[in-house]
């Protein structure tokens, strides 16, 4: 475990064979955090290792793009399901889900209508109000008759975004 075959360059001599004295995940279990020490000069520094974060556009309605973010995936989440006592680690899970399927089925760019569908097939599960909530800010909903059909798709027990008219 001492010599690992991952070396690099000491930032002190520029020798690049180092003794591993210390490996251990970091951000929770994301990232990896090696203490070395430099054969040549003996002296210690740390390597932090982490998989390059993949990034994912968001084409939006206008056709302008934006990275999608994960925060603010999971701040509209939080709006909708405002004082509905959803605990806050079901909407982390949530926005995780969303996220990990947005980067299986795209490769670098999503339609934002694709996001909120998901965010709202999410919500179905987890309050009908929240629901409800944000279908009518995301769909724009104008009339009445608007928030009659989602109820309607509430009452009926399916997420149906897809009808609701944009
Ligand atoms: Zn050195």
């Given at each position: 475990?001492?010599?690992?075959r991952n070396q690099?360059?000491c930032?002190?001599c520029?020798?690049e064979?180092?003794r591993?004295?210390?490996?251990r995940?970091?951000r ?11 054969v040549?000069c003996?002296?210690?520094?740390t390597?932090?290792?982490e ?6 556009f968001v084409?939006k309605r206008?056709g302008?793009?934006?990275e999608?973010?994960r925060?603010k ?10 004082k ?18 947005l980067f299986?089925?795209f490769?670098?760019?999503a339609?934002?209508?694709h996001?909120?569908d998901?965010v709202l097939?999410e919500?179905f ?6 629901y409800?909530?944000f279908a ?15 109820i ?11 009808i609701?008219?944009?």
């Amino acid at each position: 475990m001492w010599q690992e075959r991952n070396q690099m360059k000491c930032p002190f001599c520029g020798n690049e064979d180092q003794r591993v004295l210390d490996s251990r995940p970091a951000r929770e279990g994301e990232a990896n955090r090696r203490r070395r020490e430099c054969v040549e000069c003996n002296r210690r520094f740390t390597t932090f290792e982490e998989p390059e974060r993949p990034r994912l556009f968001v084409e939006k309605r206008n056709g302008t793009r934006e990275e999608f973010s994960r925060d603010k995936c999971f701040n509209s989440m939080l709006i909708a399901c405002r004082k509905r006592g959803v605990p806050i680690d079901v909407l982390r899970s949530s926005v995780e889900r969303i996220e990990r399927d947005l980067f299986q089925e795209f490769e670098d760019e999503a339609p934002t209508q694709h996001i909120g569908d998901k965010v709202l097939a999410e919500l179905f599960e987890i309050d009908s109000v929240a629901y409800v909530r944000f279908a009518s800010v995301y769909k724009k909903f104008d009339t009445v008759s608007d928030f009659q059909h989602i109820i309607d798709s509430v009452t009926r027990g399916k997420a149906e975004p897809s009808i609701l008219s944009n």
